[in-house]
């Protein structure tokens, strides 16, 4: 499975085959001074036992407008763990 949305400069992706990575994350997206564009992660899921959770990156998920990130972090958890339920 593999999955992105972007809002803005957030996004929500999968990291390669959702089921052999056991990964996804939301990053958020800025241009440097020599017109490339890149990212950094905010936060990503793992897969555990019980499901997938989401493991914050240190303080950034808070230098970010966090109703987007929230609505974001939602719209991810739900379609991993529908993934989740059909493996």
Not at 13 to 26: H, K, M, T, V, Y
Not at 35 to 63: M, N, S, V
Request: charged share 30%.
């Amino acid at each position: 499975m593999k999955f992105n949305f972007r809002v803005g400069d957030l996004e929500v992706r999968s990291c390669g085959n959702l089921l052999s990575s056991d990964r996804a994350e939301i990053v958020q997206w800025s241009d440097d001074t020599d017109k490339k564009e890149h990212c950094w992660t905010l936060a990503e899921w793992k897969k555990g036992t019980e499901g997938f959770y989401l493991q914050f990156i240190g303080d950034r998920p808070f230098d970010v407008d966090s109703k987007l990130f929230m609505k974001l972090a939602k719209q991810g958890q739900q379609i991993l763990d529908d993934a989740f339920n059909c493996e």
